[in-house]
């Protein structure tokens, strides 16, 4: 499922670009035919390789976030339904891997202006919804602009 999302994040991002947005995949595993997969295939920007897992404790508050298999895939229905979506898309979908941390995505601002927006996967297959993404992001580089003004903005880009 990260990589459906993975997908439709970089689908859009002529947007990113627009804003001045850098995207990066972060990884927290380095499985050499997984990313061969992966990258440029579903994401083909900048790939890091978390090997400390910084960026997935930050999203835990210091904690990796983690569920089993069973209890936070298998018995639930929001991550089952998390799966048939990014399976509609037509993403190859495999259980290589780890399996167990969730993810998140964080929009970090310019210089020491510290994170502005930060998504954490609560349900396996959990994404950022693009408006809030775009939302933020827009606020970053137009912070002059009021919500009133952005919002028709951003509902186009959906």
Known sequence: MCRAEAH???AKKP?????GVQLFAVLHEQIESELKDFWPRYWGGVVLFDKSMEFYKALGGGNLLKDRFISGF???PRAIAN???AKAMGVEQNFR?????KGGLFIVGR???????????RNFGDWAPLAEV?????????PQESQSEL???IQQWD
Request: charged share 20%.
């Open 74 to 76: 298998l018995f639930n």
């Open 83 to 85: 799966y048939k979506r």
């Open 151 to 153: 919002l028709p903005s």
């Open 15 to 19: 947007i990113f670009d627009a804003l």
């Open 134 to 142: 775009f939302e933020i992001c827009y606020r970053l580089q137009n």
């Open 111 to 121: 210089g020491k202006s510290g994170v502005a927006y930060q998504f954490i996967e």
């Open 8 to 10: 439709q994040l970089y």
């Open 97 to 101: 891997g780890e399996g167990e941390i």
